[in-house]
């Protein structure tokens, strides 16, 4: 995962986004709320390793935020697996759903 941080990161609360695999190039938000500004803790679920990545967008439970800069086309990463492509770009950060993402199924 192209994140800065590492499990070095002091844990002192609660996980406001989960990647499953340290492969994985975005990660689903836990918590209900999640807003613009937020040095989110992270998770990989995989090792237990942690991370922190700042959210640049308000983004709901469920959702995805970017762990690195993904471009139009990006093949998105998660549980260590593709599971689509980038139909827009969003920098690291930034809300995937959506409206710039699609799986390569449909």
Do not use: C
């Not at 599971?83 to 770009?89: A, F, I, L, S």
């Amino acid at each position: 995962m192209a994140v800065s941080d590492s499990a070095s990161v002091h844990r002192t609360g609660v996980p406001h986004i989960l990647a499953h695999s340290p492969k994985d190039n975005v990660a689903v938000v836990v918590v209900e709320g999640l807003k613009a500004g937020t040095t989110a803790l992270g998770v990989v679920t995989e090792n237990n390793s942690s991370f922190t990545v700042e959210v640049k967008d308000d983004v709901p439970i469920g959702h995805k935020v970017a762990l690195v800069d993904l471009s139009e086309t990006t093949t998105v990463i998660k549980y260590g697996q593709d599971v689509g492509r980038m139909t827009g770009g969003a920098e690291k950060g930034r809300h995937v759903h959506t409206h710039n993402m699609k799986t390569k199924r449909w």
